[in-house]
Nanobody, 129 residues
Framework: QVQLVESGGGLVQAGGSLRLSCAAS????????MGWFRQAPGKEREFVAA????????YYADSVKGRFTISRDNAKNTAHLQMNSLKPEDTAVYYC??????????????????????WGQGTQVTVSS
């Protein structure tokens, strides 16, 4: 069974950067698609970014496109989210997620929470103005 643990969150000023990490344990996730979602207080969990197991396909929410970059290191069983030019509206708990679904099955639904069956506990990101 796969467990995911996020790290790297914190408090940063607007315009700053943070790099979130997602460490997987229990088994390799080299054949899992990985995603990042976020949830702000009083709001639904929303898609941020996702990457296929082979790193050939990436998706980004329009709100983060050009500022955030998702990456993964299959040898280290980790995924990362580099967040630059942070804005106060990026404040949220950020969750790492994974799915063993094939790329063909995952791709059309990659932005949906239901596409993922393994979730981390989340890491808080707070951006001050």
């Amino acid at each position: 069974q796969v467990q995911l643990v996020e790290s790297g969150g914190g408090l940063v000023q607007a315009g700053g950067s943070l790099r979130l990490s997602c460490a997987a344990s229990g088994r390799t996730v080299s054949n899992y698609a990985m995603g990042w979602f976020r949830q702000a207080p009083g709001k639904e969990r929303e898609f941020v970014a996702a990457v296929s197991w082979g790193r050939t396909i990436t998706y980004y929410a329009d709100s983060v496109k050009g500022r955030f970059t998702i990456s993964r290191d299959n040898a280290k069983n980790t995924a990362h989210l580099q967040m630059n030019s942070l804005k106060p509206e990026d404040t949220a708990v950020y969750y790492c997620a994974a799915t063993r679904a094939t790329t063909r099955a995952w791709a059309p639904t990659a932005t949906l929470t239901d596409a993922y069956d393994v979730w981390g506990q989340g890491t808080q990101v707070t951006v001050s103005s």
